[in-house]
């Protein structure tokens, strides 16, 4: 039996509702702070986040941040989501035991609309009119208690950002909470014009003035959607945006690079050597060292991509590049997601959640690791530096190496636009979308919220590579030990392994590209990141040395005993080829299904091999 | 006696009363679906004003509208279907 009121009612949960722009997410940050957890609600790419909140009277409740929406219509996965976590008809969580409905004070009739909405589901409410400070700002005057009483529900006014304004909203969930009303019915939703029309009266009763739209943002947009200044800032933003994830990703790298090196040398000293050294050296520590490298740029990227989104640039960028997405059946806001693949893969299609339509967001995950990410620099630049002269041409203004790298990059940047093209008329056709969305006012970002979010990125990012990526290490590691070179084997050790058994077999599939025994064997390690596959071959060739003159040795190996076109098509396949664990996880992550990952992995791979078939051929048939 | 005008044929900085909507018009019937709710929804509304703000940099597409306190960004394809009485007569 309780003692306490408040044990009547265990785990309270209460759900963050309300649209797009709302400040929601910033509410649901300064609530929770540190307390929050992201994951998937199941069978659908809907984020779930959710967090712990500790009222003034001592009450832990749960509270859960629902997708921004405009209705509760099913149209969108983050709509129906929505709908049935209210309706408590959603399979996996339960229904809340009241909403909190965050509404921008400064487009309230907008908001409105949405909190009548969701009257109609019976769940008790409050309504936060957030953006407090902004509306006074413009001057918009709204009267919580007439709206209070016209709604006939708690109204507080809030600024999500600041801590200190919250103690209205505290309270108010104090109250609420120690006495909560009991869910009603559900009854019938009128339709969207009904709603607007009751919004729109509730709206002239508690509105005292009507305000002017924010300034700053009016005077901003003049010049960052300027049809030339606009596109000349955006792509200075990018540049700049790239030049710095390449020149402070740098010593960090190195840094990590190094360490590992040092741990592998202190590991040398200390254990015999066995094949237990050999797991952590050769397998574990290289193998995830691979893909941990590229953290500090990952890193980089979303902290640029959490900026650009939480002031409201993300959107602007969107408009100025809809047009040129448009043409290949994507839109706007595809853009950025794949800018950021240039780098990484990885926080490029992490990135994509921003994209509301499944099927867009799809699309460009399908299309993300055909940008050149910097894994494959390394690769590049071995092959290129061996094959290709570094001869001056058109009249001496570039050089034939820089060329040809630029053209790799180009034809990464072309199939992709026809694969999403061929994707919008096949896998994933449907009704066009329209493009139709908000631009938020301009906000500075708030570094704690920042810093939750980034956290939040690099947690997802490390739990892979503590996870799938530790296993397929390892899983490498044991393909390419096992068995053993026999007793007077003449070949490198790999050659007798797994890796080699099944690159040697490999080969026959591989012979019409080009490709000799070793390349075909360092392939199977090469799964692990792109960049693997240089030392494998240093592995399979048997060189020794540090990591410079491994690179040193196999730029005189590939010089003298690869075939131009064998080269050629070697940088052809890796244009294309899904080399990569890391992304692959990604992707199963994102989509949700095993099915896109696999569809990904597999037209990826027949690419790479129609391409380095082709362009071997060619090279062969213009040798000749 | 008033034109009748659609917001796709307005050029950035002009201004016009929206009228009403008219998603029939769309070539496309499964994209007019919804789309007179989705306007409404993100705050279109008969009575309000709307301003072309800004234009997107190639064929002057997307614009970008003042509508109330907000701006909103939309396809001139989907600006057809909002119908406007800019005071001309």
């Known amino acids: 039996m309780s003692n306490k009121p408040q044990d009547v009612k265990q785990n309270i949960k209460v759900a963050l509702v309300g649209s797009p722009n709302c400040g929601k997410s910033s509410l649901f940050n300064t609530l929770t702070g540190s307390r929050q957890k992201v994951a998937n609600y199941p069978g659908v790419t809907v984020e779930r986040r959710s967090g712990k909140y500790t009222t003034a009277d001592n009450r832990t409740i749960t509270l859960i941040d629902l997708p921004g929406i405009y209705s509760l219509k099913d149209r969108t996965l983050d709509e129906r989501v929505s709908r049935q976590v209210i309706t408590g008809t959603h399979v996996s969580e339960s229904q809340p035991d009241l909403l909190l409905c965050v509404a921008d004070s400064t487009n309230l009739r907008v908001h409105l609309r949405l909190v009548l909405e969701l009257k109609h589901l019976g769940l008790p409410i409050i309504l936060a009119l957030n953006m407090h400070d902004m509306a006074q700002r413009d001057d918009i005057r709204i009267d919580p208690e007439i709206l209070s009483k016209e709604l006939g529900i708690p109204v507080v006014t809030t600024i999500a950002v600041r801590r200190a304004s919250l103690d209205d909203l505290k309270n108010q969930l104090s109250k609420t909470l120690n006495d909560l009303p009991e869910k009603q019915e559900a009854v019938p939703v009128p339709t969207t014009r009904e709603l607007q029309q009751q919004a729109r009266d509730i709206a002239a009763r508690a509105l005292l003035s009507e305000g002017s739209q924010h300034k700053v943002t009016r005077q901003l947009d003049r010049v960052l959607l300027h049809p030339v200044f606009g596109i000349i800032i955006f792509f200075i933003t990018l540049f700049g945006m790239f030049q710095l994830v390449y020149f402070w990703a740098a010593a960090p790298m190195d840094l990590i690079e190094r360490g590992f090196a040092t741990l592998q040398d202190l590991i040398s000293n200390i254990l015999p050597d066995n094949w237990f050294r050999s797991l952590l050296n050769n397998g574990i520590i290289a193998g995830v060292g691979s893909v941990l490298v590229f953290l500090p740029q990952i890193i980089i990227l979303f902290t640029f991509i959490l900026i650009l989104e939480s002031t409201g640039y993300m959107a602007r960028a969107a408009f100025i590049m809809d047009r040129l997405m448009a043409m290949v059946g994507l839109n706007g806001r595809a853009f950025i997601p794949l800018m950021s693949s240039f780098a990484c893969a990885i926080p490029g299609i992490m990135a994509t959640r921003t994209i509301e339509h499944h099927r867009d967001r799809i699309t460009t995950i399908m299309i ?93 990012f490390l739990r892979r590579a503590g996870t799938i990526i530790l296993y397929a290490a390892i899983g490498l590691w044991l393909l390419a030990q096992y068995p053993k070179k026999p007793i007077g084997g003449l070949e490198p050790d790999i050659f007798y392994s797994y890796a080699g058994i099944m690159g040697r077999a490999l080969q026959h599939i591989f012979a019409p590209l080009g490709f000799n025994w070793e390349m075909s064997i360092a392939l199977i390690p090469g799964m692990a990141a792109r960049e693997v596959a240089i030392g494998a071959l240093g592995t399979v060739y048997a060189l020794q040395g540090n990591e410079g003159q491994v690179e040193q040795s196999l730029r005189t190996i590939i010089q003298s005993t690869w075939s131009l076109p064998t080269a050629f098509a070697f940088l052809a396949w890796y244009i294309f080829a899904p080399q990569c664990f890391a992304t692959i996880a990604t992707v199963r992550r994102e989509t949700n299904s095993w099915g896109w990952t696999a569809f990904m992995t597999g037209y990826l791979f027949a690419l790479a091999y129609f391409a380095a078939f082709v362009v071997n051929k060619t090279a062969i048939a213009l040798l000749a | 006696m008033m034109t009748i005008k659609y917001l796709s044929d307005l050029k950035k900085g002009e201004e016009a009363t929206i009228l009403g909507f008219d998603a029939e018009s769309c070539k496309d019937i499964d994209f007019a679906r ?55 007569s």
């Open chain 1, 368 to 460: 993300a690791p055909l940008m050149t990410c910097s894994a494959r620099i390394p690769v590049y630049a071995l092959l290129i530096g061996a094959v290709v002269p570094n001869q001056p041409i058109i009249f001496g203004l570039f050089g034939l190496q820089g060329v040809v790298l630029f053209g790799l990059y180009l034809v990464g940047i072309v199939s992709a636009l026809i694969v999403a093209m061929v994707l919008k008329m096949t896998l994933t056709k449907g009704v066009a979308q329209p493009f139709l969305m908000e631009l938020p006012k301009y906000q500075l970002p708030v570094f704690r919220h920042l810093m939750i979010n980034l956290w939040e990125r690099v947690k997802t």
């Open chain 2, 34 to 88: 919804d789309l007179e709710d989705r306007l409404l929804e993100i705050g279109f509304e008969e009575g309000l004003n709307v301003k072309i703000l800004h234009e997107g940099p190639i064929s002057r597409d997307p614009i970008a509208v003042r509508i109330g306190q907000m701006t909103v960004a939309l396809r001139r394809m989907e600006a057809a279907a909002v119908r406007i009485y800019n005071g001309k």
